[in-house]
């Protein structure tokens, strides 16, 4: 582990040097909610050899930031849940092709708040335990396209979907169940990890759905491409890839 560490420090160290003295260089990063914490943690760490760049995170839901790109918002990388909005937006040419990289897989799970002790597992959604489920919008959030898949492969679950409160994002999920608007959420094992004010109830087999990637790509209209590329390269260095695995998902 320290020799990996050592290795880390000395490849991008090199990238340090060659920045002395560059301009400053400003990239906006639009990413799912999910990588919020992974996110936060990488950036300290880029900013010890890259100074000189100034990122900036805007979250929404995938579908959310496909639509941003649309419009031609000032987004230089994109961060999103599954295929739908990357495939899309590859067809549209408003990525770069070669720049989509998998970063790491993630789980579904179903959450309550810590002080409910009437839910215990994914069978207690369809009692009168459970009033209110919240689920994402399947137009914008992947997650709520899995939960779909999970619920149908279990069979029995049809009559749950007249208890979901449906969230333009999953942090929307978490926060609604935090605070007891709903007796449970269904989220990604990435969000659960952001709150110690839930608990896990249920965690989907990854034989329930297909498997769901958060993917990354530098947008092509982006005036910083070089930049965003190396930023993606920073973000599947092992280094990174052990703080996406601390904090819920799988590589």
């Known amino acids: 582990m320290k ?28 990413s ?9 943690e990488a ?5 010890k050899i890259k100074p000189n760049t100034e990122i900036t995170f805007t979250y929404a839901s995938s579908g959310a930031l496909q639509s941003q790109i649309e419009q031609g918002a000032p987004i230089d990388i ?10 899309y937006l590859n ?11 998998k970063l790491a897989y993630d789980e579904l799970v179903i959450i309550t708040n810590k002080k409910n002790q009437q839910i215990i597992n994914i069978k207690d959604l369809l009692t009168d335990k459970t009033k209110y489920i919240a689920m994402g919008i399947a137009e914008f959030v992947p997650a709520a396209k899995t939960s779909e898949e999970v619920l149908k492969y279990l069979g ?8 979901y409160v449906y969230c333009k994002d999953l942090l929307q999920v978490l926060s609604y169940v935090e605070k007891e608007e709903v007796e449970a959420g269904f989220v990604w094992n990435s969000i659960a990890k952001q709150s110690d004010k839930i608990k896990i109830v249920f965690t989907a087999s990854n034989f329930m759905h297909n498997p769901v990637f958060t993917q990354v790509a530098v947008v092509s209209y982006s005036k910083n491409k070089n930049e965003a590329i ?16 601390k904090n819920g998902f799988i590589k």
């Open 3 to 30: 020799i990996k560490k050592i290795l880390f420090v000395l490849m991008f160290s090199i990238l340090s040097i060659l920045t002395f003295g560059e301009e400053k260089v400003k990239l906006l990063i639009g």
């Open 32 to 40: 799912a909610p999910s990588v919020k914490s992974v996110m936060e």
């Open 43 to 47: 950036l300290k760490e880029y900013k």
């Open 78 to 87: 994109i961060i999103a849940v599954g295929d739908k909005q990357i495939n």
């Open 91 to 101: 067809k549209k040419n408003l990525i770069l092709n070669e720049t989509i990289k």
């Open 156 to 163: 029995g679950f049809e009559n749950i979907k007249k208890k």
């Open 230 to 245: 190396n930023f993606i390269k920073f973000l599947n260095s092992n280094e990174i890839q052990e703080i996406f695995i």
